[in-house]
Each structure stands twice: as structure tokens, then as C-alpha cells.
């Protein structure tokens, strides 16, 4: 089987890259391991952002997440990844998640 490609949305990219180096490098882990078909090792489902979305949880001095979604044949999407600096997830940051998922819906309709 071969790796699923990743598709980020809106500044996911760019938001994983400004975590700290060592929460930077377990995301790149977990999300390896997402391409190879296999689970993070702590991740929880996110029904509240959208249908099959997940978050990547990381702790590394504080807490970070990346929200994604596996469940598309094509790809993996990675939708939002943000500090977390209360126990319960910030409105915000679901509020991202949800849009970035429709964009997601909308980037596979485009597909060819």
C-alpha cells in the first residue's frame, strides 16, 4: 500500500512548523503514521469539527493538536494545529476546524 499524499489546509502547514521543535518533530511522526495507514498513538475523534476528524494530541512542555481527517481514499487532510492552552478545546479553534473541513469537502469535489 502507499503512503496517502497530505493535503494541508489553510495555514496548517505553517502553524505545525512554528511549534517548538520536539512537538514539531512528534507531529511529524504521527502524521507519518497516519500515511502508513496506522493510528497516532494519542488521538481522540473530533465529531464536533466534522465526520471522521481526528485530533493529533502532543504533549511537549504544553499541549498541541492537530486536527486531520484519514477517512478519503485520496488523502489525508490536515485541517488545524494550534497550541492548546485550556483543558477544554477553544470555540475558535473548533470554529477553524469546521470551515477547513468544508474547504476539504470542496478541494475533493474539485478533483478530477
Same mark, same amino acid.
Given at each position: 500500500?502507499?503512503?496517502?499524499?497530505?493535503?494541508?489546509?489553510?495555514?496548517?502547514? @505553517?502553524?505545525? +512548523?512554528? =511549534?517548538?521543535?520536539?512537538?514539531?518533530?512528534? #507531529?511529524?511522526?504521527? !502524521?507519518? *503514521?497516519? /500515511?502508513?495507514?496506522?493510528?497516532?498513538?494519542?488521538?481522540?475523534?473530533?465529531?464536533?469539527?466534522?465526520?471522521?476528524?481526528?485530533?493529533?494530541?502532543?504533549?511537549?512542555? @504544553?499541549?498541541? +493538536?492537530? =486536527?486531520?481527517?484519514?477517512?478519503?481514499?485520496? #488523502?489525508?487532510?490536515? !485541517?488545524? *494545529?494550534? /497550541?492548546?492552552?485550556?483543558?477544554?478545546?477553544?470555540?475558535?479553534?473548533?470554529?477553524?476546524?469546521?470551515?477547513?473541513?468544508?474547504?476539504?469537502?470542496?478541494?475533493?469535489?474539485?478533483?478530477?
Amino acid at each position: 500500500m502507499d503512503d496517502k499524499t497530505i493535503v494541508w489546509i489553510g495555514s496548517a502547514r @505553517d502553524d505545525v +512548523r512554528r =511549534f517548538p521543535r520536539e512537538a514539531r518533530r512528534k #507531529a511529524g511522526l504521527e !502524521l507519518r *503514521a497516519v /500515511q502508513r495507514g496506522q493510528e497516532p498513538t494519542d488521538f481522540k475523534p473530533i465529531p464536533s469539527v466534522g465526520a471522521g476528524v481526528y485530533e493529533i494530541r502532543i504533549h511537549v512542555h @504544553d499541549a498541541y +493538536r492537530v =486536527f486531520y481527517v484519514a477517512k478519503f481514499e485520496e #488523502a489525508i487532510y490536515v !485541517l488545524h *494545529a494550534f /497550541q492548546k492552552k485550556t483543558q477544554k478545546t477553544a470555540k475558535h479553534d473548533i470554529e477553524i476546524g469546521r470551515q477547513r473541513y468544508r474547504t476539504a469537502q470542496h478541494c475533493r469535489q474539485a478533483r478530477p
